[in-house]
């Protein structure tokens, strides 16, 4: 009999091999218990949380967790079904109207994850006879939402509207559409898209442009619904995808438009219309945390003065860094055995980030990640940099 697993081989490989070189799988960290929105339990330790995408902190909001609470206790805890099937409660469709209504926009579809948002968008959107213009970094479910699709897949440079100009010139014979996809804030770089050059370029091909802003909802933007707002052309942006597990707390995707035609895809889109719809209460709790989103601007000063805090404090021990000011900031090191090793002496002295490694980074170098919240005090920031410092300091890094 073939081993149905052979094909794995090499992974098998590269875990063995990291289990000896580290103390700890980096992949396999068990919060045991969340302590508060910035510190938690790990290894029987309380450590400082900087790896949770927890943007607002509202992972912990009581406002969420008592609508949660209370919609169990009169709606269940789950749907049982799709949403074109008896997976559609009112909550679902007040839901869709809160967030069309936020991005001023006239129509939303929520979906189980953000995974499946891009997934279910991008494969819908696009099919076999169009082409899909996709960043260089975007994110795994942008590049799985195109294999489902079947349509033609060019990437461009990442963050280099010259390029994907350059790239839709050379279509323009191509009678297909033609669907540009970006992100807002880049998960593991934390850099920041050129949206409105973007936008430019689009307008001057006759393309379309989707916005994946899960990293920048809640977090950049006048009212929070990220990069496009924040550089003013969000009317531009043919499509925003995002998701509900960083800024809101909770988790779910959703894909809000202006296009009457993105109805269709209710009926179009596979991960749509087979995946069981959230559970009511997970529904309640994001309209919840909405609610204190909007109603509670100042989080997103304090998150931005947090970021700036970070940055500017690993940029000043040596570290590199990004030049972008964003929640994520992202120390990139020279190989896999440092990083490994960097990663488990942080998380033993008190500090869990996320350890990103080849190929799932945009590079072949490795990357410490860090997210900040707008929950982190100040002193806490300057805490992780001080346990950067020393740990970075044993390893002959920084200044």
Sequence with gaps: MTDIFAKYAGLAADIENLRRAAPRNPFGVVIERPLSATVGLIEGRKTLLFGTNNYLGLSQSSVAAEAAIATIRSEGVGTTGSRIANGTYALHKTLEHRLAETFRKRHCLVFSTGYQANLGTISALAGKDDILLLDADSHASIYDGSRLSQAQVIRFRHND??????????????????????????????????????????KAHGAWLLADEAHSFGVLGASGLGVAEAQGCETDVDFIVGTFSK???????????????????????????FTASLPPEIIAATLGSLTEMQARPELREKLMANARQLLDGLKGLGLSVSTHVSPVVAVTLDNVEQAIAMWNRLLESGLYVNLSLPPATPTQNPLLRCSVMAAHEADQIAQAIGIFERVAGEYGLGR
């Design 247 to 273: 800024s809101l707390g909770t988790v779910g995707g959703y894909c809000v438009s202006d296009h009457d035609g993105i109805e269709l895809i209710r009926l179009c889109s596979r991960p749509y219309m």
């Design 161 to 202: 509207p010259e390029d994907l100009d350059r790239r839709l010139g050379r279509l323009k014979d191509h009678q297909g559409a033609k669907l540009i996809v970006v992100e807002g804030i880049y998960s593991m770089t934390g850099n920041v898209a050129p949206m409105k050059e973007f936008v430019e370029v689009k």
